[in-house]
């Protein structure tokens, strides 16, 4: 199955090779949850100019069966400054691990401690 992934670019120029990168990695996550039902990312160019020196900001978003999972992502906080491919990894790779974690969640892998001296 593909999950429905739709990119959107705000202040910038819609790059082809960014959006068959995030429809990628999407699909990927398929691989951790097969009950994802869409994919939707948001590509930003931080800043009012479109000039050298402003990080990219994104937003990826997936819904699954009962829960949505929402992950930022921005080139600022890391030095690799202006590289929207590697901020696209990295968000990726956060939103791979909070579904990772909410499967294992789901299955009652993981236990949620109790209020303590109970």
Do not use: N, W
């Not at 990312?41 to 900001?57: I, N």
């Not at 069966?65 to 990726?92: L, M, N, P």
């Amino acid at each position: 199955m593909t999950i429905p992934t739709q990119v959107t670019f705000r202040d910038m120029e819609p790059s082809e090779p960014l959006r068959s990168l995030i429809v990628e990695r999407a699909q990927r996550l398929e691989k951790f949850a097969t009950d994802i039902l869409s994919c939707h990312v948001t590509v930003e160019h931080e800043g009012s100019h479109r000039h050298q020196g402003h990080p990219f900001k994104i937003h990826a978003r997936i819904s699954m069966r009962g829960k949505q999972i929402d992950v930022y992502g921005s080139s600022k906080t890391k030095s690799r400054t202006e590289d929207a491919y590697a901020t696209v990894g990295d968000t990726f790779d956060a939103l791979r691990r909070r579904v990772e974690d909410y499967v294992r969640e789901r299955r009652g892998d993981i236990k949620h401690s109790g209020p303590s001296g109970a």
